[in-house]
Nanobody, 117 residues
Framework: QVHLVESGGGLVQAGGSLRLSCAAS????????MGWYRQAPGKQRELVAS???????EYADSVKGRFTISRDNAENTVYLQMNSLKTEDTAVYYC???????????WGQGTQVTVSS
């Protein structure tokens, strides 16, 4: 079992920055890939960024060059640095973690990010 706790969401003006954090706890030996999805009102949940425990990253085209994902394996924490925020980045952001060997995918409770114009 993995418990994920997110923090760092909030209200920011367009062009501003926010940093999301997601800390994992529970009974596991190690965590595989971690990342962030987001869901805007009336839209499907979409993958924003992911990172393997070896540090390989992937990003949605819409956030490339603006968002940076990183992780601290010792602290079982994943971060999402969001710069040059746009109003269309407004959404609930959910972190996830995947345990190896088919042990499951776990989600955080979500954190609201609102970007005002």
């Amino acid at each position: 079992q993995v418990h994920l706790v997110e923090s760092g969401g909030g209200l920011v003006q367009a062009g501003g920055s926010l940093r999301l954090s997601c800390a994992a706890s529970g009974s596991f030996l190690r965590i595989g890939p971690m990342g962030w999805y987001r869901q805007a009102p009336g839209k499907q949940r979409e993958l924003v960024a992911s990172i393997t425990n070896g540090g390989v990253t992937e990003y949605a085209d819409s956030v490339k060059g603006r968002f940076t994902i990183s992780r601290d394996n010792a602290e079982n924490t994943v971060y999402l640095q969001m710069n040059s925020l746009k109003t269309e980045d407004t959404a609930v952001y959910y972190c996830y973690a995947i345990l190896p060997y088919g042990s499951g995918m776990y989600w955080g409770q979500g954190t609201q990010v609102t970007v005002s114009s």
